[in-house]
């Protein structure tokens, strides 16, 4: 043991040192390393209890903190390795507990899609087919109007009820729907059963009641561009016989009109009827050819009917109720030769804000293309007379 301090380099009797359990094995006086007398005295007593210095004591500090740091990398490492493990045996069960359910529901949907179809197929084979186009087109529809103009629908429907029972009469009545004008539009099946409604109220109400004619509705497109105006047979058989991709032997095709064109007299445009099929292969093709023209572009044609008396849609002047003629610019009871108003006002526009709530521009006349009662009209036109082709 030596026998001075190996701080302050003084003697001092040996009982009076303590030593360093650390590295450094060092001796020192009690006061030099801060060790009061009962300190000391525990130190020299006790067994269990060992003096580290202040220098031994940094020193195992940062042997410890390097120490654990790698240790705590350690059990990182291995942890993210254990984690791994485990996810990667969870991941092969899962998907292999799903890949076989999946096998499962696949064979099971293909047996289940492979019965269907043979039930289609057999159903088909044993069952009539849908309905065709022409079979649609010979339902036969009428109007019936009561000649006072007051009478309620309902009393008209009431009456009509009483008069004749679809039943007992065995006629087919597919649709009955009503006007603005308080008639009723009847569609029968085919013809011989409206000639025969037609024929009861004639007998039992022809003195309420007056009945019209309405012609199966068909599409119909505007072919343009045409160098010359064709007599209505030689164009028939131009567009057929020049056009068979779009016209065959089934197809229904009337001429309309023939007239000169709006911007160029020069060339001349038809209006042609045709069946839905035809309307689709035409309006899908967009030109036809007739004669020596080989690329008449082809439009769409469909137009609800006019009225140039009150401006309304679905009827002709000659057919219109209304008593004064409508302004279609300013909306008010006269011609629009008289009309001295510097404001647009759409009548038919006016009429769905004011009955039905609708938030729309009445600022325009009522002729306008743009039009929100008349683009709604034209939209549940076409949908009604001109359905999409099947697929």
Not at 104 to 116: G, N, R
Not at 292 to 319: I, M, N, T
Request: with cysteine; net charge positive.
């Amino acid at each position: 043991m030596p026998e001075s301090c190996a701080k302050c380099k003084l003697k001092k009797r040996e009982e009076n040192l303590v030593g360093c359990e650390g590295p450094c094995g060092n001796w020192y006086h009690p006061e030099c390393v801060l060790l009061n007398d009962a300190e000391f005295k525990l130190l020299h007593k006790s067994r269990n209890l060992y003096f580290i210095c202040n220098t031994c004591k940094n020193k195992i500090k940062i042997v410890d903190k390097t120490n654990n740091d790698q240790f705590k990398t350690k059990v990182d490492d291995i942890e993210s390795n254990i984690n791994k493990m485990i996810a990667e045996v969870v991941t092969s069960t899962i998907f292999e507990s799903f890949r076989q359910e999946i096998f499962q529901k696949l064979e099971s949907s293909f047996v289940s899609v492979e019965a269907s179809i043979k039930d289609l197929i057999s159903q088909k084979l044993t069952t009539p087919s849908e309905p065709s186009y022409s079979d649609v087109a010979n339902r036969s529809k009428f109007i019936l109007q009561p000649k006072n103009t007051t009478q309620p629908i309902a009393a008209t429907k009431a009456e009509i009820l009483r008069s004749i029972d679809p039943i007992k009469t065995n006629i087919n009545v597919s649709n009955v729907s009503t006007t603005r004008q308080g008639a009723l539009v009847i569609s029968c099946d085919n013809k011989d059963d409206s000639s025969r409604f037609q024929q009861i109220i004639n007998t039992n109400l022809g003195d309420k009641y007056e009945m019209k004619s309405i012609s199966s509705l068909h599409p119909r497109i505007k072919v343009t561009n045409m160098s010359e105006k064709f007599d209505d047979p030689i164009l028939l058989d131009y567009l057929k016989s020049q056009n068979r991709s779009c016209f065959n032997e089934n197809s229904t095709i009337e001429i309309i009109y023939t007239k000169p064109h709006k911007r160029n007299s020069k060339f001349f445009q038809a209006v042609v009827q045709v069946d839905t099929a035809t309307y689709h292969k035409a309006m899908k093709l967009g030109k036809l050819t007739v004669g020596f023209d080989f690329d008449c572009p082809v439009y769409c044609a469909v137009e609800p009917r006019r009225c140039y008396k009150c401006w309304g849609l679905h009827h002709l002047a000659s057919q219109c109720t209304k008593a004064e003629p409508t302004c279609p610019k300013c909306s008010l009871n006269h011609e629009l030769k008289d009309c001295k108003s510097n404001t647009n006002k759409c009548i038919n526009c006016t009429y769905l804000v004011a009955n039905h709530n609708i938030n729309t521009s009445v600022n325009h006349v009522a002729w306008d293309k743009d039009c929100h009662y008349y683009k709604r009209a034209l939209t549940m036109f076409k949908n009604k007379i001109v359905p999409l082709p099947s697929q």
